[in-house]
């Protein structure tokens, strides 16, 4: 069975009372939990992890090394500025997949372009909570291809 590393970036514990015009209503809580039921749909196994801190999300990268196939991960705002979220993600060589919650290509221009990115599977962005369920599924079917 496949295990996924769920890494949630900056503010998004602060879904639900953030900006709701833009981030929608659910709590991070509800997305988590609609992520479980996703994943017992695809049996998979997935670890969640949210951090404000840079460091701390690179050092989830490194610890996903030989314990995770896959990462699933909206980095918020370091998706913009971090190259070591980056680094991290291509030095372990898990198969990545890259959510927004928003459509960033549709706001600031500063949103437009992730350091992730280029060296991601691929990118959904603007689905709402639906970008991190399309997320899981599409980066299981890719493991499972
Ligand atoms: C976000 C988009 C980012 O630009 C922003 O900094 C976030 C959330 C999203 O899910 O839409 O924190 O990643």
Not at 69 to 79: C, E, F, H
């Amino acid at each position: 069975m496949f295990s996924i590393l769920v890494l949630h970036g900056p503010n998004l514990n602060l879904l639900g009372q953030r900006e709701p015009g833009i981030y929608g209503s659910a709590t991070l809580e509800d997305i988590n939990g609609l992520l479980e039921r996703e994943a017992l749909g695809l049996q998979v196994k997935i670890s969640i992890l949210q951090s404000n801190h840079e460091g701390a999300l690179v050092d989830a990268v490194h610890s996903a090394w030989g314990q995770h196939q896959g990462i699933l991960i909206n980095a918020g705002a370091y998706t913009h500025t971090s190259v070591a979220i980056r680094d991290a993600l291509a030095g372990v060589k898990i198969p990545t997949v890259e959510v927004h919650l928003s459509n960033i290509y549709r706001r600031e221009a500063f949103r437009h372009h992730s350091y992730i990115a280029p060296i991601a599977i691929g990118q959904i962005s603007g689905f709402g909570s639906d970008s991190y369920l399309l997320g899981l599924r599409a980066l299981v079917n890719h493991l499972n291809n």
